[in-house]
């Protein structure tokens, strides 16, 4: 049952990026017609100011939370202060602004890496803040957990409808495609297509190929967080994933597949590894009646179709 007026005013932050953007095109394809976005020369999301004034005037319905500082494991940890004092800034700022401003319901997006490194596989949401952080994105994570608890601050003290989701790995239309700070699966798109364009007979993969990790095509996330506020989910945070992983090598198989290069892959286990596995359990998702449509091969070929290198 849908409890969003196709007229709601909706906020959507982050719409440049790629979950803000695969969100725009759900509610656009779902019949919403007031949709509102700001880039970021239009509204800093790290002035206090600025944000609690643009909701106190614009007064929306509903708001997805898609506006972090995100990256790769290389940036998450080089630049730690950053990533810890930016996104505690916008989540602070938009969740603070929108209690003020007397919005309702609120969706904040986390990320999977909130959880210990080292929890029971698959991971259930319950098995937050039961141990310690995979230390080379421990400053995203606390970010990211700051803004849970501070959601959730809103709804005891307040009675606030603010929610949070936890999207396991994202890939798809709009990615980060630098090899300096993007995740491992833009990061592989891009180093087996470059290969293939140079003629090369290897790409270098980052670590032991080892690792599990699990893949969600974000126009698939886009679609839970969409039905998740339709049905007027208020409930406690929701991993949202497609409960299936593979390793890394076999990831970067698929990739060289998709993209057609014909070499081999090698590993630098000189690079670190990270979590050794992070498999979602999508369990309470599904009983909410909701799973993933679109295969890892599949996403891949699409996001690697959409890809603004593509045809370099």
Request: charged residues 20%; hydrophobic residues 40%; proline residues 4%.
């Amino acid at each position: 049952m849908n409890t969003i007026a196709l007229h709601s005013k909706i906020f959507v932050t982050g719409h440049r990026g790629m979950v803000g953007s695969a969100l725009v095109r759900r509610l656009q394809v779902g019949g919403y017609t007031q949709i509102v976005t700001r880039s970021r020369a239009e509204l800093d999301l790290l002035d206090q100011r600025a944000v609690r004034a643009f909701l106190e005037q614009e007064r929306p319905d509903y708001i997805f939370i898609a506006a972090a500082k995100v990256g790769g494991i290389n940036a998450n940890n080089l630049y730690r202060a950053d990533f810890l004092y930016q996104n505690l800034l916008i989540e602070a700022n938009l969740i603070h602004g929108a209690h003020l401003a007397g919005v309702q319901r609120l969706m904040f997006l986390g990320s999977s890496c909130i959880y210990p490194r080292d929890c029971p596989q698959p991971i259930r949401e319950d098995y937050l803040l039961t141990g310690p952080l995979e230390p080379t994105n421990e400053p995203y994570a606390i970010a990211k957990i700051a803004g849970i608890k501070l959601a959730e601050a809103y709804n005891h003290q307040y009675g606030r409808q603010y929610v949070s989701v936890m999207p396991t790995n994202l890939y798809g239309p709009n990615d980060n495609y630098d090899l300096a700070n993007s995740h491992v699966l833009p990061a592989l798109m891009r180093k087996a297509h470059e290969a293939k364009l140079r003629g090369d007979d290897e790409y270098v993969v980052w670590g032991s190929g080892t690792p599990m990790r699990e893949f969600l095509y974000v126009d698939d996330l886009a679609d839970a967080c969409v039905h998740l506020m339709e049905r007027g989910y208020d409930g406690p945070l929701v991993n949202i994933g497609t409960g299936t992983d593979v390793t890394i090598r076999e990831l970067a198989e698929t990739v060289m597949d998709v993209v057609g290069f014909q070499g081999r892959i090698t590993f630098d286990a000189t690079k670190p590894d990270g979590t050794p596995r992070k498999l979602l359990d999508v369990s309470r998702l599904a009983d909410l009646g909701w799973t993933a449509r679109t295969g890892l091969r599949d996403g891949i070929r699409l996001a690697y179709e959409s890809a603004l290198f593509h045809n370099a």
